[in-house]
């Protein structure tokens, strides 16, 4: 079976558009998943798009319990949630779940010698992997 990255790029507007979802709509089921748990939560369309694309707003992402919220609403299972590889462990590729092979990530050096993910988010694990970038 072939996998093919989708043009959305991100791997959140990838599911979005694979259930043909728009941000309003993925948002009102953010909402309501909240609401089923008892929770409030104000979240946007805008928040949504604010974390499609991080780059807009300075590294934007959800915070550990929306980003299972979000597993829940395109039923991926709890275990494969990791906030800090966020928006990794979604599965971003035409084929089924369980063979989705974790996505492998983009790193670009600047002229002063330092090193971005794909997507701009650095968290300390990605650091790491950033020095181990900048040594090979």
């Known amino acids: 079976m072939q996998t093919t990255q989708h043009p959305a790029g991100h791997p959140l507007a990838y599911l979005r558009h694979r259930h043909g979802l728009s941000l309003e709509d993925l948002a009102g089921l953010v909402r309501r998943e909240l609401v089923r748990q008892g929770l409030r939560s104000g979240i946007t369309r805008q928040r949504i798009a604010d974390f499609e694309h991080p780059e807009r707003r ?3 992402y959800p915070g550990e319990e929306l980003q299972r919220v979000l597993a829940r609403v395109f039923d991926i299972p709890q275990e494969l949630v990791r906030p800090e590889d966020w928006p990794w462990w979604l599965p971003a590729t035409d084929s089924p779940m369980h063979q ?8 670009s050096a600047s002229p002063e010698g330092r090193c ?9 694990k990605r650091a790491r992997q950033c020095q181990t970038f900048l040594r090979s």
Do not use: D, L, S
């Open 58 to 60: 300075g590294g934007r």
């Open 100 to 107: 989705v092979i974790p996505q492998q990530r983009a790193w």
């Open 116 to 124: 971005y993910p794909a997507g701009g988010v650095r968290t300390p």
